[in-house]
C-alpha cells in the first residue's frame, strides 16, 4: 500500500506565505500524480492542484498565481507553494496520491489525514 503524510500547515497573517509538504511511502509502487485538495468549513472539498509524474499541472482557476505545486520525483515528494495568502483560503489541505502498485499493477488512490491552514485578517 502507500501512504501520504502531510507537513506545514499552521497560522499565518494575510498577506504571508505557507508552504505545504507531502510524502508518499510504501514499497511497491509508482507515482502517477499527487496534488492538494483542501476542505473549508461547511462547503465541500475542493482542489487545489495537481501535478503528474510527468510534470504537468493542474490548478483551481481562483488560485492561478497565488499558489505553485512542484514535485520531487525521486522523492515521491509534493509540495505547495502558497503565497498572498486570504483569510478564505483557511481550510484543511489534504493531499492525494494516485499511484500504481506494482503487484498487479493495480491503480491506487490515498489521502493524507489533513493539515489545517489558518490565515488570520
Known amino acids: 500500500q502507500v501512504q501520504v503524510v502531510e507537513s506545514g500547515g499552521g497560522l499565518v497573517q494575510a498577506g504571508g506565505s505557507l508552504r505545504l509538504s507531502c510524502a508518499a511511502s510504501?514499497?511497491?509502487?509508482?507515482?502517477?500524480?499527487m496534488g492538494w485538495y483542501r476542505q473549508a468549513p461547511g462547503k465541500q472539498r475542493e482542489l487545489v492542484a495537481q501535478i503528474t509524474r510527468g510534470g504537468i499541472t493542474t490548478y483551481a482557476d481562483s488560485l492561478k498565481g497565488r499558489f505553485t505545486i512542484s514535485r520531487a520525483n525521486a522523492k515521491n515528494t509534493v509540495y505547495l507553494q502558497m503565497n498572498t495568502l486570504k483569510p478564505e483560503d483557511t481550510a484543511v489541505y489534504y493531499c492525494?496520491?494516485?499511484?500504481?502498485?506494482?503487484?498487479?499493477?493495480?491503480?491506487?488512490?490515498?489521502w493524507g489525514q489533513g493539515t489545517q491552514v489558518t490565515v488570520s485578517s
Open positions: 492525494n496520491a494516485k499511484a500504481v502498485l506494482h503487484d498487479g499493477m493495480r491503480d491506487y488512490t490515498t
Open positions: 510504501g514499497s511497491s509502487f509508482s507515482i502517477n500524480a
